[in-house]
């Protein structure tokens, strides 16, 4: 070993326990602390003004599931994750830029490279502070914001569950996937029939009268609500089903219900024109055909009428909820590394690029506090006013020109959906690097003028 090698050995072992003993210190934890509370504050404002903006489509969303205010306010929550990758990146950007600007305008980053360890030392804070955004920002855009959406779902399920354990409304169509049902008033003699002991009642399209009946009341003349239920059985049939009073006993564990028809109808006749869902959409295989009229003449309608009927039936064929990995939008960043969805190539397309555009986000993040770097080499007293703003809108562009190409990349393995991202931000990164280096004294002197 020559003596070249042991001074090298040296020289690099003092310089990582001159690091590590300076990233240990009180003043590298102050440049944490500060960019942290300052990057917090500005992702609120951020998220305020995303859920201020968004609160009208989460309300309609909500109201339209029967929502009551504390869901609607979790499901508003829930929403702050959908944004909380990019208001992380443009948070730290903006906090590393004043961060490193007061540094600059009070002499510090003078004093760390006159001590000569100044390009390490700051290169060091840079580095860690990028790392870190990237880890938030994959933890937030891979794991919180599936967590999010599936929770979302949730609440509105259940919300809507809830609502119509309470009865229809009267006047009001409820669209579920194979069914249509509407409620009216009508005059009556009689109680309604009566609930299962035990049991939870779902839908009950009696009035309220009914709701506090007992199975042994005496008959009693009152206001109760006819219930008709149209449902498309197939692309040239459809039923309406009419009953004076229902109800639905359950769930029970295994999901399943009972439902209960009394003084029941049923329509089926040849429909050439299927009722449109609640978007205002034609209902999946329309009747399409020329000679309908000669067609509706020999399918002539089939009635029949049953006094009291019962029917075992799932929760999910009322209210579908579908597993949270089914939805490419609620898969975990681990889920859509090693748990490939080859259903059709559309999902296994959409689950890549979904995963091309998390990881394009926490590279944002981590090329944050480089722009930050730049932004303020590039700030003096001509250019005060803009080179912020001008910091955020390069560090915006760059994750449309991402977007762009994971688009026309259009990645259908992890391979591809990581590869392009990665080599596209450590080219922008090399080349933010480059001109840091270029303007490194504009950068280390205070070039502001001090109060």
């Known amino acids: 070993m020559t003596a070249f090698s042991l001074e090298s050995s040296s020289a690099a072992t003092g310089l990582r326990v001159t690091l590590s003993n300076f990233l240990r210190g009180d003043y590298a934890r102050g440049f944490f602390t500060g960019i942290a509370?300052?990057?917090?504050?500005?992702?609120?404002?951020?998220?305020?003004?995303?859920?201020?903006?968004?609160?009208?489509?989460?309300?309609?969303?909500?109201?339209?599931?029967?929502?009551?205010?504390?869901?609607?306010?979790?499901v508003l929550i829930c929403t702050s994750t959908e944004i909380f990758d990019l208001a992380l990146a443009v948070a730290i950007l903006m906090a590393s830029y004043l961060t490193l600007l007061r540094m600059r305008e009070n002499r510090e980053l003078l004093v760390l490279f006159a001590s000569g360890l100044g390009p390490y030392q700051l290169g060091a804070l840079i580095v860690i502070a990028a790392l870190?955004?990237?880890?938030?920002?994959?933890?937030?855009?891979?794991?919180?914001?599936?967590?999010s959406r599936y929770a979302q779902r949730s609440i509105l399920f259940s919300s809507e569950l809830r609502s119509l354990k309470k009865g229809v409304a009267k006047n009001e169509f409820y669209y579920f996937p194979s069914y249509v049902a509407y409620a009216m008033d009508h005059v009556v003699d009689g109680a309604a029939p009566p609930r299962a002991a035990g049991k939870i009642p779902v839908i009950d399209a009696s009035g309220a009268g009914s709701k506090s009946a007992p199975a042994k009341s005496s008959p009693a003349k009152g206001r109760d609500r006819t219930l008709f239920v149209y449902q498309q059985i197939g692309p040239r049939t459809s039923r309406v089903v009419t009953a004076a009073q229902a109800r639905l006993d359950g769930p029970d564990r295994s999901g399943k219900i009972v439902l209960n028809l009394n003084d029941f109808t049923s329509h089926t006749f040849a429909d050439a024109h299927p009722m449109?869902?609640?978007?205002?959409?034609?209902?999946?295989?329309?009747?399409?055909?020329?000679?309908?009229?000669q067609m509706l003449k020999d399918s002539p309608p089939v009635t029949m009428k049953v006094r009291d009927m019962s029917q075992l039936m799932m929760v999910d064929q009322l209210l579908p909820f579908t597993a949270r990995a089914s939805n490419t939008a609620e898969q975990t960043i681990f889920e859509q590394l090693f748990v490939p969805d080859h259903h059709s190539g559309d999902a296994?397309?959409?689950?890549?690029?979904?995963?091309?555009?998390?990881?394009?986000?926490?590279?944002?993040?981590?090329?944050?506090?480089?722009?930050?770097?730049?932004g303020v080499a590039l700030t003096n007293r001509l250019t005060n006013w803009f080179a912020l703003p001008f910091s955020c809108l390069a560090l915006m562009s760059v994750n449309l020109l991402c977007e762009w190409v994971i688009t026309s990349t259009a990645p259908l393995s992890v391979a591809g959906a990581l590869l392009p991202p990665f080599l596209l931000y450590a080219g922008i990164a090399y080349a933010v690097f480059t001109l840091i280096v270029w303007r490194h004294s504009e950068f280390v002197r205070p070039q502001l003028a001090r109060s």
């Open 276 to 293: 449109p869902s609640a978007d205002g959409a034609t209902r999946a295989d329309p009747l399409k055909c020329r000679n309908c009229t």
């Open 37 to 74: 509370v300052r990057a917090f504050a500005v992702i609120i404002l951020i998220e305020a003004i995303f859920l201020a903006e968004h609160f009208t489509w989460v309300f309609r969303d909500a109201v339209r599931h029967e929502a009551d205010l504390a869901g609607i306010a979790l």
């Open 348 to 374: 296994r397309a959409a689950q890549m690029r979904l995963l091309a555009e998390r990881f394009s986000r926490s590279l944002l993040s981590f090329l944050a506090p480089l722009m930050a770097l730049l």
């Open 132 to 147: 870190a955004g990237q880890v938030v920002s994959t933890l937030g855009s891979g794991v919180a914001d599936p967590m």
